[in-house]
């Protein structure tokens, strides 16, 4: 099921999961992407950049703007765990970002979509299912259960619909923007192509539910179309993998005999230590089950980096 001729707004359209999305929509809507460009690229617009509007500015502006969407997609967070803890303003400043997609969604009765985080689950003992109460871990995490609570309040005061999707370890095209903070998969898969040993923090058999780029589009458009009221959705496989495993997977898929290296690690305090999704919720209210497992993904970036 796809969505068709209609006007969407993406923030975070040129990062690595804005990016997988436009490319799907953009065929058969009309999509304008809100961007400053900080860790994405236009570079992952290219085969869609004159089919598309492109703005280069933030989140916090979108006031400044006439867009009239159906759909807001909301992926223009601020991306990883440590910029949180570098500057910790930026809990505010997502707040703020997120009411700035909440009012413009009352005032042109949009729907959102947007990406909250399986990071929420920190300590929680798996499979994590969307209705635990977080334990209060880091200022990333801090931040985006903010956004929640925000959300549920428009859904309940205006009546919006708005689905938080709480995405777990994506992997999957797209993603050199993203660099030092770009998925382990692709991190290792690019260390282990040039013969270079992957770094593991710890022992190596910390757990992740990895899910291709690919069926988190899928989520995020089966959101927009079954989703009513406020939801928090889990976004992963309902399977996770080692460290250990995921390493001596791309060793196999490779056809390398890498080792990786262990060091100790340097963000322990915060570190999630396995995220596993309960998949039922999302495959009940927006008929999403992820179809791709960490050999196809992995055999499928073998084949777009041509390795
Ligand atoms: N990739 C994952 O495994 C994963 C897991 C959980 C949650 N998430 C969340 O999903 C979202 C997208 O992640 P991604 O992996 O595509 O990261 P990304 O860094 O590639 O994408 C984020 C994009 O948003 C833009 N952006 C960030 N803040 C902005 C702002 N204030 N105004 C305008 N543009 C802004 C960046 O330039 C970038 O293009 C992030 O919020 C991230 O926290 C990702």
């Known amino acids: 099921m796809d969505i068709k001729g209609k006007e969407i707004l993406v923030t975070g359209g040129a990062g690595f999961i804005g990016s997988n999305l436009v490319v799907r929509l953009a065929k058969e809507n009309h999509v304008y992407v809100v961007d400053d460009l900080q860790t ?14 492109f703005v280069k500015d933030r989140v916090i502006n979108l006031k400044d703007y006439c867009f009239d969407p ?3 997609f909301h992926i223009g967070l601020y991306s990883s765990s440590p910029m949180y803890k570098e500057n910790p303003y930026l809990v505010g400043d997502l707040v703020k970002d997120m009411i700035s997609v909440l009012e413009l969604a009352r005032k042109k009765n949009s729907m959102v979509v947007y990406a909250s985080t399986s990071s929420i689950y920190n300590g929680v003992k798996p499979p994590h299912r969307e209705d635990v109460i977080p334990y209060v871990t880091d200022f990333y995490t801090e931040a985006r259960y903010s956004t929640e609570r925000i959300s549920e309040l428009y859904s309940k005061l205006y009546n919006i619909n708005v689905s938080a999707m709480r995405f777990f370890s994506v992997y999957g095209y797209n993603e050199r923007s993203k660099k030092k903070f770009a998925n382990l998969v692709s991190q290792f898969m690019w260390d282990m192509h040039e013969g270079k040993q992957p770094v593991i923090y710890g022992d190596g058999e910390q757990r992740r539910d990895f899910v291709f780029v690919d069926d988190v589009v899928d989520a995020l458009i089966n959101a927009a179309m079954y989703n009513s009221g406020f939801n928090v959705y889990n976004v992963g496989t309902g399977k996770n993998y080692s460290l250990n495993d995921l390493v001596k997977k791309l060793n196999e898929h490779l056809k390398t005999n890498i080792k990786a290296k262990y060091v100790e690690n340097p963000m322990a305090k915060t570190y999630v230590h396995e995220t596993l999704a309960d998949t039922k919720k999302a495959e009940e209210k927006i008929k999403f089950k992820a179809k791709i497992g960490l050999d196809e993904g992995i055999d499928k970036l073998i084949k777009y980096y041509g390795y």
């Open 70 to 72: 159906d759909y807001i």
């Open 40 to 53: 994405g690229s236009i570079r992952n617009l290219s085969s869609v950049y004159s089919d598309i509007d």
